[in-house]
């Protein structure tokens, strides 16, 4: 970190930062320039709030050099490989994840179950608690689609993963549940954040709607900070100031960019971001060539009846066009 001192500084003013630089355990290194006199702080400044420096009257402008997420920083070549079931997240795979936005009844979810399977597709999604927008739009069968997974998962030996809304709910869903879903509402959920970084499942953490990329990644730190380093990224979309035509905007950006920053694998919802059904496979197909290690598509057996999101649901023969396109794709940047 560094601290550029505005001119005109006391001699007494430097002692008396640098006697706070000190208190905090780190050191410093005081350089002369021709207008400005430069602190160099020397040691791990993650802890450090560079915001509280501007407290002392002498400080013009702070600059942070180590990111304050040293746990999700990329500082070797190394990537962490999430396990999930038969999937390898982040090992140079495209895992995709298939399922409806919610439960509905046995019959549909077994259905799209049996697809997964027959195209090797072997982790699918599952809404049991549904944040959603309106308390009186459809919340999830809650319990009862916790019996339709076990059934289903047993079946046919799937990895399930569920959004997880509340930290009180993580007793009730632990069982059934492989990968817990934190979403875009929910991201900044600390104590849920938290709670998730005590445990050794994975957990599909999501950007928020209106989060930096910085937030994100300090959202993720919570849960490395606790211990639990299986942490799989989602780009779902953020608000930008056009939205007329699709419900969020998605980053392709992000892509790379986690990529650059982190050593967390990256998946992508493109059925969150478009909010229509119609932009899911070019959306995707650009995902995976940005280097995404995954996608999570919201599959309904009739999207015009779905109790929830069934405007952005692809029907079951669409999602295997688009999981067929998306492989053919993968398997032509591989050999490039
Ligand atoms: C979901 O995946 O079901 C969901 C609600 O997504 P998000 O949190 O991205 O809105
Ligand atoms: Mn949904």
Request: aromatic share 6%.
């Amino acid at each position: 970190m560094i601290i550029k001192l505005k001119p005109r500084t006391t001699i007494n003013e430097i002692s008396h930062l640098t006697e706070y630089i000190v208190s905090l355990g780190l050191s410093l290194q005081t350089i002369e320039g021709t207008s400005h006199i430069v602190i160099n702080i020397l040691g791990d400044t993650s802890k450090i709030d560079a915001k509280s420096f501007y407290a002392f009257e002498c400080v013009d402008e702070v600059v942070r050099i180590q990111k304050p997420y040293p746990k999700v920083s990329k500082t070797s070549p190394q990537k962490t490989i999430v396990t999930v079931g038969q999937a390898n997240i982040g090992d140079g795979s495209l895992t995709i994840i298939g399922g409806p936005c919610a439960i509905e009844d046995f019959e549909s979810f077994d259905n799209i179950a049996k697809t997964l399977v027959e195209y090797n597709l072997t982790i699918m999604r599952a809404g049991v608690f549904k944040p959603r927008t309106s308390p009186y739009s459809f919340q999830g069968l809650g319990q009862e689609a916790l019996d339709i997974i076990k059934a289903v998962k047993d079946k046919y030996n799937l990895a399930i993963v569920s959004e997880i809304t509340d930290k009180l709910q993580f007793e009730l869903l632990e069982p059934y549940i492989d990968v817990f879903q934190v979403g875009a509402r929910n991201m900044q959920n600390y104590e849920l954040l938290k709670a998730l970084g005590n445990i050794n499942k994975p957990v599909l953490l999501k950007r928020g709607f209106s989060n930096t990329i910085d937030e994100w990644l300090m959202s993720a730190e919570y849960i490395l900070a606790g211990g639990n380093k299986n942490i799989i990224l989602c780009e779902r979309g953020i608000r930008t100031f056009d939205n007329t035509y699709t419900r969020n905007t998605l980053d392709i950006s992000s892509i790379p960019l986690i990529k650059k920053l982190t050593h967390l694998p990256i998946i992508v919802d493109p059925s969150h971001a478009a909010g229509r059904w119609d932009l899911i496979e070019d959306l995707s197909l650009a995902a995976v060539a940005a280097g995404a290690d995954g996608l999570l598509i919201e599959v309904h057996q009739n999207p015009q009846t779905a109790l929830s999101d069934g405007a952005q649901s692809l029907k079951i023969e669409k999602f295997i066009e688009l999981v067929k396109k998306c492989r053919k794709l993968k398997q032509c940047l591989d050999s490039i």
